[in-house]
């Protein structure tokens, strides 16, 4: 898709399996249970998606994906699937070598979000794109450095101490264009300075959702994960971001819905809901 001078595509990076009900929360699983299926172990199928954006000076990268350090014992908990997907092979396939990623939108640093974006190299941690700036908002930083006993699970520090060591992060202090038509908006219920990427050229908007609404099944407003730590906060979060995205017609994008990319959204007597699936 073409926004302004950027060409965006998606690229897949593998699935993972997480607990449904940590997913959706208080939604009964009765009810999700329709849109996404859980297996055996109540564990529902999800997407790493990560999102690129292109122009003639830069090539940058939203998110990472899980990557490949997870020890055998976590990646069979989360069943971490990389049979059909990978990202640097996903990259390749556009034309893309790690050594042409300029810059990295981290939105944050959960493991699934930003695994990908270091690996080991004869036992030596090494970065994935090590010509490109990360960017991570300041607050998520200092959370993942510090962070509570409800998520310190989901920080693991050699995915993200070695982007510091390399004096290649960018601490960012709130909401800010990043570059033309690149902005981010900063949210505090899932994890304190998540990023959402918005791109626009006053005509089209793409925002990449990131956890706030992690699948289009997460449209809903009761619709809040289980993991977020201010899940109130989320649901102010949704009511200021979906008004806007059903009246400007925003093209949402879903980092973790295995079935669906991206879509619009509409407001119904039922509430917000899915308009119409975009392909990316």
């Given amino acids: 898709m073409k926004v302004g001078n950027y060409e965006i595509f998606t690229v897949e990076t593998g699935y993972v399996w997480l607990d449904g009900g940590a997913m959706f929360g208080v939604v009964p699983k009765v009810l ?6 859980a297996d055996d172990l109540n564990r529902i199928q999800l997407a790493m998606r990560t999102m690129v954006i292109q122009d003639e000076t830069r090539t940058i990268l939203v998110d990472a994906g899980v990557g490949y350090k997870l ?10 699937d990389h049979s059909d997907f990978d990202l640097v092979k996903g990259l390749k396939e556009k034309g893309i ?3 042409d990623i300029t810059d990295v ?4 640093a959960h493991f699934d979000h930003i695994g990908g974006a270091t690996y080991y190299h004869n036992g030596q941690l090494r970065l994935t794109f090590p010509r490109a700036k990360y960017y991570m908002q300041g607050e998520q930083w200092y959370w993942a450095n510090h962070p509570s006993e409800k998520d310190r699970a989901s920080f693991m520090p050699e995915n993200f101490k070695p982007i510091e060591e390399a004096g290649r992060l960018v601490e960012l202090d709130g909401p800010k264009e990043l570059f033309p038509g690149i902005e981010t908006l900063v949210m505090f219920g899932h994890t304190p300075g998540m990023q959402l990427p918005k791109i ?3 005509k089209t908007t793409i925002l990449y ?3 706030l ?21 989320t649901l102010e979060e949704k009511k200021r971001i979906l008004p806007r995205a059903v009246e400007e017609n925003w093209i949402l994008v879903f980092e973790h819905d295995p ?3 991206a879509c619009t959204v509409e407001m119904t007597d039922k509430g917000f809901r899915l308009k119409e699936e975009v392909l990316l």
């Avoid at 999700?32 to 299926?37: A, D, G, M, R, S």
């Avoid at 020890?71 to 971490?80: A, D, F, Q, R």
């Avoid at 939108?105 to 944050?108: A, D, E, L, S």
């Fill in 209 to 211: 959702c990131a956890d």
């Fill in 259 to 261: 079935y669906r990319a």
């Fill in 213 to 233: 609404m992690p699948t289009a099944s997460h449209i809903p407003l009761p619709y809040i994960m289980g993991y977020d730590n201010h899940p109130l906060t």
């Fill in 32 to 37: 999700w249970n329709k849109t996404n299926p």
């Fill in 97 to 99: 070598r790690p050594a």
């Fill in 105 to 108: 939108i981290v939105t944050h």
């Fill in 200 to 202: 626009s050229d006053g």
């Fill in 71 to 80: 020890n055998e014992k976590l990646s069979k908990i989360y069943g971490v």
